[in-house]
């Protein structure tokens, strides 16, 4: 699926109160280096074994999430070479759910606008020539809106995803940003946007992960979003914390929300 999650951990005033910033190649490549060590650390595995982060959590979160309740963890919430990463983990139980429905959803892109509002606010996508029932491939383009108290901030971002069909029981999607570009006018969809790169900085590049299980009649699903996005104020690291881990337990709600309406 689609990275969804909106960080703006820097977002305490008006947008245009807030200084430009420009990303760097050097925090780039803290980033993609950050998201190649996850892959080769919780993808790879899942691949051979399907094993779950729940799986090996033992604490009441556990019957949380037997219960169908998001439980969520964070991974990694740090500022880096002139940006920040922030990275949570979540989970949740869909009883009664089939991969076949959980891939529908994700591949619904023009829906996601009901699906995951008011996050998204337009969407597209289509398969590409390499794609085969193993492993699909995908390209999307989403319009992503976030309005707080602060501020009002819209996005128009291109991402490429990877949809696998393991096995019978397991399946995973892998989405990279292509494209994350700011509006000036967050209230114009197709208005003028800032350079890509040289914005607010509020998102500058997003990965999410989704892994699913079939067992004893339902669905269990995990989520890892990691956000890229400009350094955190002194003071408003937690917002921003609270802001990635509050968007992720959104996103396993809205997901199990939808799979159960398809029934």
Same mark, same amino acid.
């Given at each position: 699926m689609i990275g969804l999650g909106l960080v703006f951990g820097?977002?305490?005033l008006e947008a245009s109160l807030i200084p430009l910033a420009h990303l760097e190649a050097a925090t780039l490549a803290i980033f993609q280096d950050y998201t190649s060590k996850?892959?080769?650390r919780v993808s790879a595995p899942f691949n051979a074994n399907g094993k779950l982060w729940i799986d090996e959590d033992h604490s009441s979160k556990h019957k949380d999430f037997d219960a169908g309740k998001p439980v969520i963890e964070a991974r990694q919430n740090q500022d880096i070479k002139n940006g920040s990463i922030h990275h949570y983990s979540g989970a949740i139980r869909i009883p009664g759910a089939r991969i076949e429905q959980l891939r529908r959803i994700?591949?619904?892109y023009s829906n996601y606008v009901n699906y995951f509002k008011p996050d998204v606010v *337009?969407?597209?996508g289509f398969l590409l020539p390499d794609s085969s029932p193993e492993d699909e491939h995908l390209q999307s383009r989403l319009f992503l809106s976030e309005a707080t108290v602060w501020l009002d901030v819209a996005y128009d971002a291109e991402y490429d995803s990877h949809f696998r069909r393991l096995d019978a029981n397991r399946w995973t999607s892998r989405s990279t940003s292509l494209s994350i570009k700011e509006l000036q006018d967050a209230k114009k969809l197709d208005g003028v946007t800032y350079p890509e790169g040289d914005d607010h900085g509020f998102v500058w590049r997003t990965n999410t992960y989704w892994f699913a299980r079939a *067992?004893?009649?339902?669905l269990d699903v995990e989520l890892d979003s990691m956000t890229l996005? *400009?350094?955190t104020p002194l003071g408003f690291g937690w917002w921003g914390n609270k802001r990635t881990h509050d968007a992720v337990d959104k996103m396993l709600r809205d997901t199990k929300?939808?799979?159960e309406a398809l029934r």
């Open positions: 820097v977002a305490t996850f892959e080769q994700m591949g619904d *337009r969407g597209s *067992r004893d009649g339902g996005s *400009r350094l929300t939808a799979v």
